[in-house]
């Protein structure tokens, strides 16, 4: 039986919910998503009872997402289980196998924990040679669904360990759910392209949620197509276009994304319509129950940092003036959302940077029910920055004043994300004319160890771009309740393409295989992460176990000095 072995090396990284792929370019699925699960216990570092305990919770998160299922059961050949003589390299902490037919239909998949590792019963900052079994156990269980690697920083299938990692994200839960329940959920699917209409190989697009700033991502094939699954429906999303930071991580179908196709850099950006791409205003794209599933139509990559014009004078000026960037518009009573784009260069760690000042005038609005929610999304960008927002009203009132950096004793780490609720005034329009005020400075080394799992392969360079939301919600039912503008995407980017010296690139026809004796030497050397295929793509009835994620051990002191968290690739 052949297999294909695919491991995470130790380095500083991460990334989007990807599917894992057979060599065809099939993704990995379970025909019958009711999955029976075997517990072996054993383990010297704890009771049976309390690995057990641990390996139901992280089964919970993954069921509480979708319709697949885990059934814990007492005979099966799907199993979790640690093995004292674990047969795949002392550096390896786990390793999934996962065996499928040629069409990606899996048959069988088992986890394998490495007895010799010391696991912890508690999350939180590990102490050098030890993880938290949850947090291995529940990247695991999304290989196991057909899950490969993400670049988005706060998923469970982000490839490197870190704090946290036992709860599943928006993103986690969206990748299972466009397997499993996709008829259910929303969708928004598009091509990317850079100049002359080429197709970007190897983009990250990500998606943004207006309501919650949780954001979820997937990586562009040959044709430059995405398609983001797996959406909550009655909400809003933000599209954001950057290149990939790790492609050794994912699938080797994307082994050969490029990056060079511009002047300067390849940098990330926000989808907007053609003639508003320099207005700093990014494009909602709404979804409902009603319209479940929006095309977008071309998305450009782009080689500069798309934000408003006037916006970058007054950040070229000696003092901010306040810039006007959203009105409420009585004759449009449904649309109550903004969002725009600020940016920070290079800010201090010591000192907060000089503010950006907007205004939102929600001066046409009384009456009790309307509340205003401002929102500050960073960490997805890969900011390396905390803020401070000022909230004040046009008397000069301040209704709100906070740093965003909260902290989570539990898993002992910190969110650079913002968002506070304002009232309006039932009463006097002119209380609800507010001016926003965000700075910011550079967090510190130890708390950006205890923030982004690879901090040096996906921070954002000198320009550190933020996006400012400010939504209005109605309060009238006892619940708060978005007021979304409906407005239709008039225009994609087919005629505002960007990157000129973008060239054609075509994916990697990936057929690498090995046996299951493989050493954890060649393990280690097997190019790229995630699902591989058979040589050839094998055939209807072959049977294929994938080894598809290995956390191994940091082997550099400086790297547990450093943040206490042990990072794969």
């Known amino acids: 039986m052949l297999s294909s072995l695919v491991s995470l090396l ?8 990807q599917s894992s792929l057979s060599g065809a370019g099939n993704e990995l699925f379970w025909a019958n998503p009711s999955i029976p699960m075997v517990i072996r216990s054993g383990t010297s570092d704890m009771t049976d009872a309390q690995a057990r305990s641990i390996i139901l919770s992280s089964i919970a998160q993954w069921n509480n997402a979708s319709s697949a299922k885990f059934a814990v059961v007492g005979s099966s050949s799907n199993e979790i289980r640690f093995r004292s003589n674990f047969p795949f390299g002392s550096a390896v902490i786990g390793l999934t196998e996962v065996s499928f037919n040629s069409s990606g239909s899996i048959q069988r998949a088992s986890i394998s924990l490495n007895d010799s590792y010391s696991f912890r019963t508690s999350p939180g900052l590990y102490p050098s040679g030890q993880v938290y079994l949850g947090d291995v156990v529940t990247h695991e269980l999304g290989h196991v669904l057909g899950l490969s690697h993400s670049e988005v920083l706060d998923a469970s299938m982000f490839y490197s ?8 994200a928006f993103d986690d839960a969206s990748g299972v759910r466009s397997k499993y329940d996709a008829s259910d959920y929303g969708a928004i699917t598009g091509h990317v392209q850079g100049g002359q209409s080429i ?5 990250h697009v990500q998606a943004i949620s207006l309501t919650t700033g949780k954001s979820t991502g997937v990586i562009t094939g040959e044709s430059g197509a995405f398609s983001l699954k797996g959406l909550d429906p009655d909400d809003a999303y933000y599209l954001y276009v950057a290149p990939v930071k790790n492609a050794a991580s994912l699938p080797g179908y994307f082994a050969n994304a490029q990056k060079n196709f511009c002047p300067g850099a390849y940098v990330g950006s926000f989808f907007s319509r053609c003639g508003t791409e320099f207005d700093g205003r990014p494009q909602p794209i709404k979804l409902s129950s009603d319209r479940p599933s929006v095309d977008v139509g071309t998305v ?3 080689c500069s940092l798309r934000a408003d014009s006037a916006y970058g004078q007054r950040k070229l000026a000696q003092a901010f003036t306040e810039l006007p960037i959203f009105s409420y518009d009585s004759a449009t009573p449904e649309k109550g959302d903004n969002a725009f784009v600020g940016w920070f260069r290079n800010p201090s760690m010591t000192t907060w940077s000089p503010s950006d000042i907007f205004q939102v005038n929600f001066g046409p609005l009384v009456g009790s029910r309307y509340v205003l929610k401002i929102a500050i999304v960073s960490f997805a960008l890969g900011n390396q920055l905390e803020y401070q927002v000022d909230v004040k009203t046009s008397a000069g009132t301040i209704v709100n004043a906070q740093n965003s950096l909260t902290y989570d004793s539990v898993t002992e780490s910190y969110n650079p994300d913002f968002e506070t609720l304002v009232p309006l005034d039932p009463s006097v329009p002119a209380r609800n004319n507010f001016q926003i005020s965000v700075r910011s400075r550079r967090l510190s080394g130890s708390t950006v160890a205890q923030t982004f799992p690879d901090p040096d392969t996906f921070s954002s360079g000198s320009y550190l771009p ?3 939301i400010t939504t209005l919600w109605d309060n009238s039912s006892g619940s708060l309740q978005p007021l979304i503008g409906t407005e239709q995407i008039l225009s994609d980017n087919e005629a505002c393409l960007d990157a000129p010296f973008t060239y054609a690139v075509a994916r990697t026809n990936e057929t690498s295989s090995t046996s299951s004796a493989t050493s954890a030497n060649q393990v280690a050397a097997v190019a790229g992460c995630g699902t591989l295929g058979p040589p050839g793509g094998g055939g209807p009835s072959s049977s294929l176990p994938l080894l598809a994620l290995g956390f191994l051990l940091a ?8 943040s206490r968290k042990i990072f794969l690739s």
Request: aromatic residues 8%.
């Open 555 to 562: 082997t550099t002191a400086a790297t547990l000095l450093k």
């Open 199 to 203: 197709p970007v190989l190897g983009a």
């Open 300 to 302: 450009s990559i782009s």
């Open 466 to 468: 933020y996006l400012l």
């Open 10 to 17: 130790v380095s500083f990284a991460a990334l989007a919910h």
């Open 161 to 168: 360990s870190f704090t946290g990692q036992s709860t599943i």
